[in-house]
């Protein structure tokens, strides 16, 4: 008899699941299915919450989620609050299993986590899957990928490189094996615990935010909500209205339902395979024809790869306070800072940008650009506190995408132009012309 255990990521899904097949393919007589939540009330080095309450709410629907699938296919999800390298060692140990199997995440702080727990005696089998593209398909090793997407994306293009086809969830799973319940107690679990873990995942985020009527993206919403249901149900009712024929000329919204896709929350927590979506998408296209729009969508799915790819190539260099540049950093204004973190620096479209961001943990693309560049290059700010800003809030929050974003923003990526400064008064010229979206937000 052989027991699996397997380690939910940011991967919280069934469908397209490489990981889960790889811990299925040697037909184990036991699987165990556990996720470990991130730290109740880990603070950052600049004197915040590392993870908000609004991204602590949408984690808590995605559990659920994840929990209730798995219960209909005759399985607790084990919903650990210990910290990996604590818990995950205990339950193998208490199973019996030597191997854990999950996602491959390839940042600093996951790469740490996978250390230990090999440190601590176990097998680690990764298996890389967040991307759409798989790294080895590519017309390079990732130590030769291109500096620049534009690049990157040409040369993908024209090798007509394929995405793998979507894998369907699987219909059944090994029974779980038996677990003592002091076991559980010590890595603080429970089985089917997905519901009962909600209160200490939420802590003090209230429904009432996430229902936020100005708020583009309202969590608590059924349409917004967290998991891989509603993250389907989304994604189905998007191509079933046209709407990837307007993105590309829509995109550029601050406010609304539909300007953009919306799929990035449900992306970022794995709820939603981007293989999944490009499938989708192409199948649309066949049925209503091939736009400037869909294209585009597809287009955003090849950068979200770009920025993964970069961390393949670059890892923990792409977390140095200079980055990938030699420029020195400037000082820290620990001051402005909190202005801009609070909306209050006098910039009436960054304030507002500011203030939608901690009211709702969500902003546009074009607002995330403005806001982040005003920190950079207007207040000097340190992109570093920036990016952790916009990582304790955002309820899409990708590491992978945020780092990349704040690095281009900062001029410390790949980009050759030295970073990239979005004046806010044009900007609100341009995109708010009749000051609606200031007016919104001119108070939390």
């Known amino acids: ?53 609004h991204r602590r709410a949408f984690l808590a629907a995605t559990l659920q989620d994840l929990s209730a699938k798995l219960a209909a296919l005759g399985h607790p999800l084990i919903v650990c609050r210990a910290a990996p390298a604590q818990a995950l060692p205990a339950l193998a140990r208490a199973i019996g299993a030597d191997t854990v199997v999950c996602e491959e995440v390839a940042t600093p702080d996951e790469a740490a986590q996978v250390a230990a727990l090999q440190a601590a005696g176990l097998r680690v089998q990764a298996v890389w899957h967040s991307s759409l593209l798989d790294p080895v398909a590519l017309p390079w090793p990732v130590a030769g990928l291109p500096g620049v997407f534009t690049p990157f994306r040409q040369a993908v293009e024209r090798a007509g490189i394929a995405p793998a086809a979507p894998l369907p969830a699987p219909a059944r799973l090994p029974a779980p094996p038996p677990l003592p319940a002091a076991v559980l107690q010590a890595v603080g679990a429970g089985r089917g615990s997905g519901r009962d873990a909600e209160a200490d995942v939420v802590g003090a985020a209230s429904v009432s935010a996430g229902q936020e009527p100005r708020s583009s993206f309202p969590y608590a919403t059924p349409a917004c909500r967290g998991g891989e249901t509603a993250a389907l149900a989304h994604l189905a009712q998007y191509l079933a209205r046209g709407l990837p024929h307007h993105y590309k000329t829509t995109r550029d919204g601050l406010t609304g339902r539909d300007f953009s896709s919306k799929l990035s929350p449900w992306l970022a927590t794995g709820a939603l395979s981007p293989r999944r979506v490009w499938a989708d998408l192409k199948a649309f296209e066949q049925e209503h ?28 260099m792409l977390y140095r306070a200079r980055g990938l540049s030699g420029a020195p950093l400037a000082p820290h204004d620990a001051q402005a800072f909190e202005r801009w973190r609070l909306g209050c620096t006098g910039e009436p479209l960054v304030d507002a940008a500011m203030r939608e961001l901690a009211g709702t943990g969500y902003l546009s693309n074009r607002l995330r650009q403005v806001a982040a560049g005003y920190l950079v290059h207007d207040l000097r700010g340190d992109w570093r506190a920036g990016a952790a800003w ?9 590491p992978y995408s945020n780092q990349g974003n704040w690095l281009y923003i900062a001029g410390r990526g790949t980009d050759p132009r030295g970073g990239r400064r979005f004046d806010p008064v044009w900007q609100a010229q341009r995109h708010d012309p009749d000051g609606s979206y200031r007016r919104m937000w001119a108070a939390a």
């Open 289 to 316: 024809g091939a736009s400037e729009g869909s294209y585009w969508l597809g287009f955003e799915l090849l950068w979200r790869d770009y920025f993964r790819l970069l961390h393949l190539q670059h890892g923990v």
């Open 390 to 398: 916009f990582a304790s809030q955002l309820v899409d929050y990708d």
């Open 1 to 53: 008899m052989s027991t699996v255990l397997f380690w939910f990521r940011q991967d919280l899904r069934l469908h397209d699941q490489p990981a889960l097949q790889a811990a299925l393919a040697g037909g184990p007589t036991y699987l165990l299915p556990v996720v470990c939540l991130p730290p109740a009330a880990e603070a950052t080095a600049w004197g915040f919450e590392r993870v908000g309450p």
